[in-house]
Each structure stands twice: as C-alpha cells, then as structure tokens.
C-alpha cells in the first residue's frame, strides 16, 4: 500500500470559477504533484498542507464540475474517482468551493454531496465581489439550512483560513474517534428527478442567506430602508463585463478583436522566443565543444556530445517557446477571454465536426502539440475532443520553423529577406487552410476514424472579466512545460541517441589520408566518412526507390527519417549528410552552399530545385514526423488507432502531395 | 410557444420549461436555466450561434439549437 493512502484525503471540488484553484494554492505546501490518468481528461493536483497549518493529510484538488451528474464518459471516470479515488480512496472530507453571488446555481453540487452522505465543509469565495454590489452572506444561516459547515474565505488576502483550519482539524480528530458512513452512490435517474427540487431548495436557501449590507452609523437610514433588507439579491452579471462584451462579443467587431489579437499573439510568440531558443542552442553546442574537448576524439567522446548533450539541446530548445505561449495563454484565459473567444468560433468549428473548445488546444498547437493534445482535455464531448487530438499535428509547431527557414533560405537569395517572411506567412495560411480542410474530410468519415458518437454541445459559463492573478497564471505554465518535457523529452533523448548510433556505427575508426590535414579537421573528415558507410546510409539506400517519385534520393529519405525524432533534426541530418562542416557560424550557408551543388547520385541532374524545396515544404506540412506526439496522443486516446491512422494517413498525404507538388512544377517548366 | 432561441435583445424573460427530450437538456438544467428563471439575451456570435444569457447573475454562453430547447412563458 502507498504511503500516501494512509493519510487522510482531503479533496477539493466545486464548480468552474468558483475559486476552487485559489483556495487549493492557499491550503497546499509541499509535495505538489499532478496525477493523470491514460485516457481519460482526468487530473489531480494533489499536495500537503502548508507546515504551518498542522495538518496532516492529502489535499487533491480535483477537475472543475457543476454537478455529480456525469455528461461524458470523461466526467464520469472523474466523479468515479471522487467516491473512490484509485490512488488516495474514499475522501475523508470535501471541501466545496461556491461563489457567493452564484450561490444559487453552485450550491446544486454542495446539496448532491450532502444527499450522497459526504462529509463536507462548504466554503463561500469572492465574498468581496457580493460585497460590492452590497449584499453579504450570513454563513451561521447558511449552514444551519445546508446542516454542514460553512466557512466565508476572502481569496485575495486569506481572510477566513484560520477558521476554515480548525474545522478539518476538529472533523479529522472526530472521525479518528469514530468510523464514519461510506458516502453511496447516487442512482442517476433519482438525482435526475431531483434536479429542480434541489434548485427550488437552494434559490430558497439564496433568498434567506443573502442580506443587505446596513452601514452601522446610518441606522435611522436602515430603518427606512427595512422594506428593501429583505428583498432577495439582484441578479444582474457585472456591468462592467456587459458593456465589455458588447465590444468583444459583437457579431462583427468581436470576431475581428478575435482575429487581430490572436495574430499578436502569435508574432509575439516568435518575436521573444527567437533569441531565447538561439541562446539555448548556443550554449548546448558550446556545451559539446566543451565536452569533445575534455573526453577527446574517442566514441564515448563523441556519444557524449554527439549524442547525449545535443539530444538534450533537442528537447530543451523549445521550452523558450512553450513556456511564452502558456504565459500568454494564461493570462487570457485568467482574464475570462479565452472563453469569449470559444464562443466567437464555435459555429465555424461546429461546422468541421469540433467545439469552440477546440480553440485553444489547436492554438496551442502551433507551439507544440504535446501541451496542446493534452489541452484537449476540457474538451467534454469524446468525439470532438478525439478529432481536435487527430488535427492537432497539422498545425504548425515550432520544429518545422528551422526547417522551413533553411527551405526558404534556398529558395530566396539573402537580400530579399521580405520575400522569405512573406512566404513563411503563405506556408501558415496553407497549413492552416489545409487543416481545416482535412478535418472537414476526416469528419465526413469519423464512422471509420474516430468511431465516436456522441451528443454535441456548447455550454459554457462566460466568466467575469477580471485582472489575472499571477500565482495561478505561473503555476499552469510550469504545468505545462512540465507536460511537455516529461511527454516529449524521453522519446526525443531516447530516438535521438538511436539516431546517432545508426549513424555512428559500425565503421566507427574509418581510415582517412591524414596528408594536409590539421586535427580537427582530420575529425570532421572522420565523421563525415563514418555517416557514408553508416547502417544510416544502408537504410537509406534501401527506400530510395520510395524517395526518387519524389525527386529526391536516398541522402533526403534519411534525413526524413531522422526528423521522426523531432522535426528540426532534419537540418542537422541533412549536414551531417551532405558532409558539412565548420562552425556554427557558417553552417546554414554550408549546408545551403552544399544543396545547391547537389546531384542525384549517378546523374548530372540537380537534386534541390524549387520544384523539390517546394516538394518538401508541403512534405513537412502534413507529414506526422513527431514521435512524441504520437506516443502523447496514444496515452491521451487510450490506444494506439488514433495515432497509427495519423501516422497512415498524414504521412500518406504529405508523399502524395509532394508528389503532385514536384512533377506538377516540372510539367509547368519549374524544374 | 416562444424559445430563449428567439428573445431579442434587452427584451426579459421568464422560462417555462426545458425541452426533456433535448439531448443535453440535464446540463442546461444543470447550468441554471430552470422554470422560473428570469432570462436576457446578452450577445449573439458570428451566424447568430451561439447566443450569450444573462441568468442568475452571470453569463451563459449556449447553442441555438439548445436555446430552441429552453420554452418561455
């Protein structure tokens, strides 16, 4: 038995913005970690309490629910798991998070718990923003009708805390005294029924607990406005919210605020990434200097630079990216946006079988699809959530960004650096384009594909608009990153040094005329001589029959096989290869220098041409090159269909379009 | 009889009842759009789809076709 399960289980639930996270930042301490369960949209963060608070038990903050009623087969794996959670048991005691100017739709969830015998504390946030409007809730009142306890937090300064703290202590040390009941599972069709009864309860509940905020030296004042004390709470959303969404949610104006300002994001994105993730590769190829230089020229010399800090350097290159879009990501989503923009592209989406849900992980894609499949998860309906994961690898992720940039560099001379922006836009727009169109055909076939139905729906709660809290906005990046590099960076290490073995052996000490040469230069001839008698080379000897309807030969095919580990790897094969060398300095125009002298083997025939960059340009739109992804969107989907199909059918896609691309060109004179 | 799918805007009102053969008529009970309840439309999306609620003191964002399912009085 773990550890863990041994301690009590504190569990946090409550609705979506109902401050659950910023009580669950409050309470936790140390041993902060995230529980996910393989194919299911569930997540635990799970903690201990802060030292100070003295107490000894698990705190799990689960998924965000308005009700025990599940509506998806993910929700329900989740309400499972809150009756009997497979790690940490049967909760102890529940801690439910309502708002207090929501208190007649949130306290639906306090009322189904109570019904299934759970113990709870029931806790009222944003007391503040009741406060506001001038009303406040009498929390003796309220738990005398709930019959739990109910405690008043303020989230901004921790007001109330103290309290909430000797309640679990008084209710850990009672049920140490005495075993409590098994909360029992509510039967669906009964809780179904009772649905309006429990809300014409807690409207009630509502009306009684809410007062009027009477000024204290204004009491001849109160006296006369005694007839309004005992008039229910106004329920009118934020007006300031209103009348921002009449500008952002306009029909028209809304969707082009939508528009421009994703845009900004997005070369925001590449703007502040781009110096970070060179300084990153700068300083691992420093890094492999440092370490050829200390273990000298030998194999484990070079496996550790070569293959051990470079495949490191893989991984770590994009964090830069990954953290800045979350960072971005965050703070709108923290601001109440991010769901706007949901609504705002839900009708298109609908149309090619996704959710305004889908939004945001397909944004997210354009960094990196492993954070964004696993972003997914807020994506209810399995059907819609399965095809988002399926079109998340065509978005384009910052790997393909190396390569398109070599690619556009050969084909537009350095001086008209206009030329190569406005062609790396052109390529987005076609990958973009050509994702929605392939989501469209894969919808036709879901039958065959996802082989999901399920009921499609757009419900969701448009939160009020406020200033984002940096503390939650920090800690989901870092969640993130964190996916990402436990996801993508194993297999990337993993693939990575596989790749440099292939390439390494089994001529490992070839035999080169040392005439004229210095000794670092006598390495470089070395290494280049090791790669063209490689099992690498044999591999790629053997699919140049696949490569040449492409007009591409053997050299290309393995550098495409390299790129499985990440894309990017395709532009140090491809030096590797075409025996490139020197300084990082001078290595893109060598590699480029290089291209342009290329032959087919055994021909005169030039091997880069426009027609065949172009060819594999498109090749990298569409190919399914990543195995993180796939081995992500296999743990994500719960086998291995989803990501074997996308294998299949994007790779197919990108040989037969590349296909078309480079003989098309050629017939129309390109060559 | 008149549906949420038809309000215009700044025009109250109360609903009546929810369509129980909608499929997902237990989340828009869930959500808070009960009988009784008073109801605004707040803002409709791009093809008039989805439309914006205010209801019990937020904003709920749903589908036209679940709106058609939300009867009025």
Known sequence: MNKDSVLPNITLVGPPNSGKTTLFNLLSGKNHKTINYPGSTIEYNSSGFQEKYNINANLLDSPGIISLLPNSPDEEVTIDSLYEHPEFGTPNLIIVTVDASQLSRHLLLAEQLIDSKFKIIVVVTMIDILGKKGYKVCAKDLEKKLNCDVVKIDGRNGKGIGKLISKISLILEEQKLSATDKPIKIDEEICESKLLKHFKKIEQIESEVIKKIVPDENIIEANKSLNVLNQPLQHKPDSLTIKLDRIFLHRFWGLFIFFISMGVVFTSIFWLALPLMELVDESFASLAGIATDYFGYSWYGDFIADGIISSLGAVLVFVPQILILFLILGFLEDTGYLARGAMLIDKPLSKIGLNGRSFVPMLSGFACAIPAILAARTISNRKERLLTIFIIPLMSCSARLPVYALLIAFLVPKEEIIWAGFILSFIYLFSIISSVLVAAIVNKFRKSIIREEDNSSFILELPTYKMPKVKSVLRNTYTSTKQYLRGAGPIIIGFSIVLWMLTYFPNTNPNISTENLTQSEYHEAQKIERVATSYASDLGRFIQPIMEPIGMDWRVGVSLISAFVAREVFVSALALIFKVTGDEETIRSSILQAMRNAKIEGTDQKLFTPATILGLIVFFVFAMQCLSTVAVAKKETGSWRIPILQIVIYTGIAYIATFITVNGLRLVGIA | ?73
Do not use: C, W, Y
Request: glycine residues 6%; without cysteine.
């Open chain 2, 1 to 73: 009889m008149k549906t949420a799918a038809e309000l215009t805007f700044g025009e109250l009102a109360t609903i009546d009842e929810v369509d129980n053969s909608h499929p997902s008529f237990r989340r828009i009970l869930e959500i808070g759009f009960t009988p009784g309840q008073q109801i605004e439309l707040l803002s409709k999306s791009i093809f008039n789809d989805p439309l914006a609620f205010s209801l019990r003191g937020t904003m709920v964002a749903i589908r036209r076709g679940e709106a058609q399912s939300i009867k009025l009085l």
